[in-house]
């Protein structure tokens, strides 16, 4: 199994404690996911994430073609990190790390996934051609968002 790497950064212009009550409320996550993915929320049983939480999605793969997305928030450190995992979903692997640190006056956050696709070769033709963009343009995506929504709540 091949595993890939993405890591993003991306500094804020505010507190840790304001960038983690964002990014640790998972219904935010809609606000920062292309709408082109149709990204829904099936499931949801807090408001507040916490460690063990199961949380269920349908994503768009194609016009009329949906599939589930469930995710485990595996370990949660309050102001400084938490771990999300697909349970079931498009990939083989997924496993993503939210980190948060005080930098410059503002906070420092860290976009860290390991994640994997299908059994080789399919796999490896589909990160090629489709899997390793579209994750690309959910980052830089998310990357726009984030910094236009915090550049207007100061």
């Known amino acids: 199994m091949k595993v890939h790497i993405i890591k993003r950064e991306q500094w804020l212009p505010i507190p840790i404690e304001e960038a983690w009550a964002f990014f640790s409320t998972p219904r935010n996550l809609d606000k920062i996911t292309p ?30 073609i949906w599939i589930p997305w469930v995710t485990e928030i595996k370990s949660v450190t309050e102001n400084v990190a938490f771990i999300d995992e697909q349970r079931a979903g498009p990939y083989r692997f997924w496993h993503h790390r939210h980190h ?3 930098k410059d006056g503002g906070t420092l956050m ?45």
């Open 35 to 64: 709408p082109e993915l149709g990204f829904k929320i099936e499931t949801l049983p807090s408001e507040e994430m916490y460690e063990g939480e199961i949380i269920t999605y349908k994503v768009k793969l194609a016009p009329g």
């Open 100 to 102: 948060f640190e005080e």
């Open 110 to 154: 860290t976009d860290l996934v390991h994640y994997s696709v299908a059994v080789w070769p399919f796999g490896m033709i589909a990160h090629k051609l489709f899997v390793k963009g579209k994750i690309k343009q959910v980052f830089d995506f998310r990357h726009e968002v984030i910094e236009k929504h915090f550049s207007k709540s100061k």
